[in-house]
């Protein structure tokens, strides 16, 4: 019975601490520049965070494949404008901006 509810803690408070974890997101996203370009609603140069979200909304590894994008930037899947890589943000913000960004709704 103890380990049962030891389990049942464990996951609830790891639900908690991934929904915590993404609170800070909009702060790291100002901090790491995206907002000099992007806009959780409309467009600025580059696409909505919103817009983001829709488009990836049906792709299986979403996440993984939008970190990629942030990480090595990415050309033509927008338009023109290339969007600059961030290779310098580590796998835990990649993780984090692009969780993230495919929350955020209009």
Partial sequence: MRSTLFIVSLIASTGAWAQADLAGAP???????????????????????AAIADKYATEKDAAASLAQSIQNGSKGKWGRIPM???????????????TWVLTVKP
């Fill in 27 to 49: 702060d790291l996203a100002k901090a790491s520049g995206c907002y000099s370009c992007h806009a959780n609603g409309e467009k600025v140069v580059g696409p909505a965070f």
């Fill in 84 to 98: 600059p890589g961030h290779a310098s943000l580590s796998q835990g913000d990649l993780k984090t901006l692009s």
